[in-house]
């Protein structure tokens, strides 16, 4: 804990607002399932909402626009305070009005939208307030991952389930009051975003050596070097929507329903484990070698999948989901430090789309193989982009500063 106070005091009140941000929309996730059930909609409607989920992926060059357009600062602050609006309208809505329950799966769809803006614009945000300082940048997304997976995953969508039990205007409430705190946050660290730009600026002035010392990043990415970063996002995305749902289904067919609960167990205990991972390792050594060293752990991981034991697919998902976290933040944080600012909220958006390409296209083609063959070789065939992945990774992750 001692080195969270080492981060600069805009990047603490970004933590902050994280970790409001984080748990207010896992509350809000956890609590669709059952208020579909409880409100009566019908079942369809959670098939839509995760419809709209998907397209909603493909809106992220829209929201990169707004960001660009308008300012990572203005469009996070706006877009974070419209949530909590949105959720306090419907919360003091007249239940008995028979509108009511189909105003939840409206402002679900609504939340997925104001969302990709979020994510796009914390991205660039992060970087405004980090001053351009590396260190400081790699240690705040160390702990990013753990907020991520304990106070949301874990933490957020449990409560969100319980509390829908209780009042479904409660946890739109809680969801509001989390989203207006975390707004407040923003504006708490303004002063101090101002500080860090103007530090970065005047620093801008001295020689390069100097910036080095200082560990600020000299910025300069070739067109290919974007292409491949790009690339590397496809094939993450892609390799667990190609083996992942349909090898869940194919065990819980095999072996049992309850089987499921024990897959997801083990995967949530990995993802947790993997922040903590990434965490440490982030002081010790540079974002390449961690991405790579997370690619190897998935490609380990798939083997141990393509044997049809399920001991070995215990271990083989554990693997892929400390693996895939140990590769998504160094990517994502690379890009951070890589890309020069003008490009980077259009690469942020466009690197979104080229995800949820991925995302969607892994799906239909694992729902076609599964379907056709077996859904047993799916694990052995997501090798081929794994392995593609590995040279992509080392090539374009950033070298960083040990």
Same mark, same amino acid.
């Given at each position: 804990?001692? &080195?969270?106070?080492?981060? $600069?005091?805009?990047?603490?009140?970004a933590?902050?607002?994280?970790? /409001?941000?984080?748990?207010s &929309?896992?509350i809000?996730e956890?609590?669709?399932?059952?208020s579909?059930?409880?409100?009566?909609?019908? *079942?369809?409607?959670?098939?839509f909402?995760?419809?709209?989920?998907?397209i909603s992926?493909?809106?992220?060059?829209?929201?990169a626009?707004?960001?660009?357009?308008?300012?990572?600062?203005a469009?996070?602050s706006?877009a974070?305070?419209?949530?909590?609006?949105?959720?306090?309208?419907?919360?003091?809505?007249?239940?008995?009005w028979?509108?009511?329950?189909?105003?939840?799966?409206?402002?679900?769809?609504?939340?997925? =939208?104001?969302?990709?803006?979020?994510?796009?614009?914390?991205?660039?945000?992060?970087?405004?307030?980090?001053g351009?300082?590396?260190?400081?940048?790699i240690?705040?997304?160390?702990?990013?991952?753990?907020?991520?997976?304990?106070g949301?995953?874990l /933490?957020?969508?449990?409560?969100?389930?319980?509390?829908?039990?209780?009042?479904?205007?409660? =946890?739109?409430?809680?969801s $509001?009051?989390?989203?207006?705190?975390c707004?407040?946050?923003?504006?708490?660290?303004?002063?101090?975003?101002?500080?860090?730009?103007?530090a $970065?600026?005047n620093?801008?002035?001295?020689?390069?050596?100097?910036?080095?010392?200082h560990?600020?990043?000299?910025?300069?990415?070739t067109?290919?070097m974007r292409?491949?970063?790009?690339?590397?996002?496809?094939?993450?995305?892609?390799?667990?929507?190609?083996y992942?749902?349909?090898?869940t289904?194919? @065990?819980?067919?095999?072996?049992?329903?309850?089987?499921?609960t =024990?897959?997801y167990?083990?995967?949530?205990?990995?993802?947790? *484990?993997?922040? @903590?991972? @990434?965490? +440490?390792?982030?002081k010790?050594?540079?974002?390449?070698?961690?991405?790579?060293?997370?690619?190897?752990?998935?490609i380990?991981?798939?083997i141990?999948?393509?044997?049809?034991?399920?001991w070995?697919?215990?271990?083989?998902? *554990?693997?892929?989901d400390?693996?895939y976290?140990?590769?998504?933040?160094?990517?994502?944080?690379? +890009?951070?430090?890589?890309?020069?600012?003008?490009?980077?909220?259009?690469?942020?958006?466009w690197a979104?789309?080229? $995800?949820?390409?991925a995302?969607a296209?892994?799906?239909?083609?694992?729902?076609?193989?599964?379907?056709?063959y077996?859904?047993?070789?799916?694990?052995?065939?997501?090798?081929?982009? *794994?392995?593609?992945?590995?040279?992509?990774?080392w090539?374009?992750?950033?070298?960083?500063?040990?």
């Open positions: 804990m001692k &080195n969270l106070f080492k981060l $600069s005091t805009a990047l603490r009140w933590l902050l607002g994280l970790t /409001f941000s984080e748990i &929309n896992s809000f956890g609590s669709v399932v059952p579909i059930i409880i409100v009566g909609l019908p *079942a369809w409607a959670l098939a909402n995760r419809t709209f989920g998907v992926d493909f809106m992220s060059p829209a929201a626009w707004i960001v660009d357009k308008f300012g990572s600062f469009s996070l706006a974070e305070f419209c949530e909590g609006l949105l959720c306090l309208i419907v919360a003091i809505l007249p239940h008995s028979l509108g009511w329950k189909w105003s939840l799966l409206a402002l679900g769809c609504l939340l997925l =939208v104001t969302g990709q803006i979020i994510d796009v614009a914390s991205e660039i945000f992060e970087v405004d307030i980090s351009d300082n590396e260190e400081m940048l240690e705040y997304s160390g702990y990013v991952g753990i907020i991520m997976s304990v949301g995953t /933490f957020g969508t449990v409560l969100g389930s319980a509390l829908t039990s209780i009042s479904i205007t409660l =946890v739109l409430i809680i $509001s009051v989390l989203s207006f705190a707004t407040l946050t923003r504006f708490l660290s303004r002063g101090s975003i101002l500080s860090a730009t103007s $970065s600026l620093d801008d002035n001295d020689d390069n050596e100097t910036d080095a010392q560990g600020i990043p000299q910025r300069h990415t067109k290919s292409i491949i970063l790009l690339s590397c996002t496809f094939f993450l995305s892609l390799i667990p929507s190609l992942g749902g349909y090898t289904l194919g @065990y819980a067919d095999k072996l049992g329903s309850h089987i499921t =024990v897959i167990a083990v995967t949530g205990v990995a993802t947790i *484990a993997s922040s @903590y991972m @990434y965490l +440490r390792a982030s010790k050594f540079s974002l390449r070698i961690i991405g790579c060293a997370g690619v190897i752990s998935m380990i991981g798939l141990f999948l393509s044997i049809p034991i399920f070995s697919a215990l271990i083989g998902w *554990a693997l892929m400390l693996g976290s140990c590769t998504a933040r160094p990517l994502i944080v690379s +890009r951070q430090l890589l890309i020069e600012h003008d490009l980077l909220t259009k690469f942020s958006g979104r789309l080229a $995800s949820a390409l995302a296209g892994g799906s239909w083609l694992g729902w076609i193989i599964s379907q056709h077996t859904w047993q070789i799916l694990p052995t065939l997501s090798l081929v982009p *794994a392995i593609i992945l590995l040279p992509a990774v090539s374009s992750l950033h070298k960083g500063r040990k």
